[in-house]
């Protein structure tokens, strides 16, 4: 029904920035929230980033100064600007979209990305 299609990962070095986006493929009717999330091998997905349709954000305590998040609400699209990178924020990073696809959705449902690879080098 929807694709969220991420873009912007790559190779960088540490204290380096690097700029995600993840647009969905379609109209949505009602967006609660996107966030982004990352996993690295052999750890759990966890939440980076977190921001409503009306702009409220949250962010994990590690990336806090270093990370934007931010919505366009109008083209259903979240992002991530990533500074100061540092190894351990090497991991897949996904997004996340939270709301409701038609007018008709009785239920608000999540919606994942494909992930894209983030890879610090020290």
């Known amino acids: 029904q929807v694709q969220l299609v991420e873009s912007g990962g790559g190779l960088v070095q540490a204290g380096g920035s690097l700029g995600l986006s993840c647009a969905a493929s379609?109209?949505?009717?009602?967006?609660?929230?996107m966030a982004w999330y990352r996993q690295a091998p052999g750890k759990q997905r966890e939440l980076v980033a977190h921001?409503?349709?009306?702009?409220?954000?949250d962010y994990a305590d590690s990336v806090k100064g270093r990370f934007t998040i931010s919505i366009d609400n109008a083209k259903s699209t979240v992002y991530l600007q990533m500074n100061s990178l540092k190894p351990e924020d090497t991991a897949v990073y996904y997004c996340?979209?939270?709301?409701?696809?038609?007018?008709?959705?009785?239920?608000?449902?999540?919606?994942w990305g494909q992930g894209t690879q983030v890879t610090v080098s020290s």
């Open positions: 996340l979209l939270q709301g409701r696809l038609t007018s008709q959705a009785m239920i608000v449902q999540a919606y």
């Open positions: 379609r109209s949505i009717f009602s967006i609660n929230a």
């Open positions: 921001i409503t349709s009306g702009g409220r954000t």
